[in-house]
């Protein structure tokens, strides 16, 4: 406790207008403060309302304690703040919001003592040196204190986090991998709490094969582009990662799209599957992202790809046999295994995707008279103009990518 000679003791005069003062108001706007400027989502929770109450009550009222000397820093150990970084760890409350939030409570509590302190010494009359010492030494233990209650806190937050989410993410694992490979498993409520995902919402599940970037990137990325209602991840494997996005409005084109266009700006590879519905449409989009990726050799972009981008080719590879037969049938000669035959493919697959020889040939980096020549000898060996067959023969092309990279 800070004694009269000590460098952070505090003058009796404002030690007792400190020791009186009634704490309610100051609380009220701290709680008010912070549920508008730093937690609007949680307004609506009452189990996080009442534990942040609990909380700013009790440090408002140490801090008072300290400073009007009833109580030393050393001493303070507030048992509902860190039961308040439970509760935000439980609710996955962004530790940069739990640190603006007691930031801004501080600041509020040294603007109210500041304000109380300049008061009395106006009414005392008290002396310019003795007044800013007054001052100062009051900021000084102010900030000790947030220093102290901060550091306790956040470690705590850090704790309570990280053992959630262990124990949280290996029974969400087992939940997820039970409802995907179990068509007659039904969560319960509890599972539902765990899972902390609607299941009943329309899905959009998104494939990651290479998480090096980061899933939470990912995910913030995804949350800001279209804002879900709720996000899931599973990992499929070690080096993958399954994303679910429950939209409260559903998944029409125009937002998939920005969700393709979100993922494309952060640079990962994907595999997005179409909207679904229910738990069959958890299962249904989690298959449809797992074929698109198997199927990634059929495109010609290796990023991101829509399952809507693959509709034809998971049509047809629904028969490899047939699949197989058409594609013989329609290349004829250019479906060998010969470098003559994949030149052939090739300037055939970019002639269908440019147009012009002029942009073939740039494309290719070939003689406009070789594309010219190519194309004709393409022709010859198909014995048919190849503007009759085009869709078959692109179709073909497709398959045949497929086919080589099973």
């Excluded at 962004?94 to 302190?117: C, G, K, M, N, T």
């Excluded at 000790?144 to 989410?165: G, I, L, P």
């Excluded at 899972?195 to 094969?209: M, R, S, T, V």
């Excluded at 002029?358 to 003689?367: G, M, Y």
Aim: charged share 25%; hydrophobic share 45%; aromatic share 6%.
């Amino acid at each position: 406790m800070p004694t009269a000679g000590s460098e952070d003791a505090i003058a009796p005069w404002a030690r007792a207008a400190i020791a009186q003062f009634d704490v309610t108001d100051l609380c009220e706007e701290v709680i008010s403060r912070c549920l508008a400027e730093v937690f609007p989502a949680y307004l609506g929770d009452a189990a996080f309302v009442a534990a942040l109450r609990d909380s700013v009550y009790e440090n408002v009222g140490a801090l008072r304690d300290v400073l009007c000397g009833r109580l030393e820093i050393d001493q303070v150990t507030l048992r509902r703040r860190l039961a308040l970084a439970d509760v935000q760890a439980r609710l996955h409350v962004p530790q940069h919001l739990l640190q603006r939030s007691y930031r801004l409570s501080f600041v509020i509590q040294w603007e109210a003592w500041a304000d109380l302190l300049h008061r009395t010494l106006v009414r005392l009359d008290v002396p310019r040196d003795p007044a800013l010492a007054a001052q100062t030494r009051v900021t000084r233990l102010v900030l000790t204190y947030q220093n102290r209650v901060v550091s306790q806190v956040a470690e705590k937050f850090a704790r309570s986090e990280d053992a959630f989410n262990r124990s949280r993410a290996h029974i969400r694992q087992r939940l997820v991998r039970d409802i995907l490979h179990g068509d007659d498993v039904t969560p319960t409520p509890s599972d539902l709490v765990l899972i902390d995902y609607d299941l009943d919402a329309e899905h959009l599940a998104i494939l990651l094969p290479d998480t090096s970037a980061g899933v939470d990137t990912v995910l913030n990325a995804l949350r800001a582009a279209v804002r879900p209602r709720r996000t899931l991840s599973y990992p499929p494997s070690i080096a993958s990662t399954v994303v679910w996005l429950a939209a409260p409005g559903g998944w029409p084109d125009e937002k998939i799209e920005t969700v393709r266009a979100t993922l494309t700006a952060a640079g990962v590879t994907a595999s997005i599957s179409e909207p679904a519905a229910g738990v069959a449409g958890f299962r249904h989009a989690f298959e449809q992202a797992r074929r698109v990726e198997r199927l990634r050799p059929a495109l010609r972009q290796n990023q991101v790809i829509r399952h809507a981008d693959m509709g034809l080719e998971l049509l047809l590879m629904q028969d490899r046999e047939l699949a197989e037969a058409f594609v013989t049938k329609e290349l004829g000669p250019l479906a060998r295994r010969t470098s003559e035959a994949a030149k052939l493919r090739e300037t055939l697959d970019a002639s269908f995707q440019l147009g012009s020889h002029v942009a073939v040939a740039k494309h290719l980096r070939l003689h406009e008279h070789t594309v010219r020549n190519r194309l004709h000898k393409i022709e010859t060996k198909l014995g048919v103009p190849v503007r009759d067959r085009r869709t078959e023969l692109e179709v073909a092309l497709r398959l045949h990518r497929l086919l080589a990279n099973p």
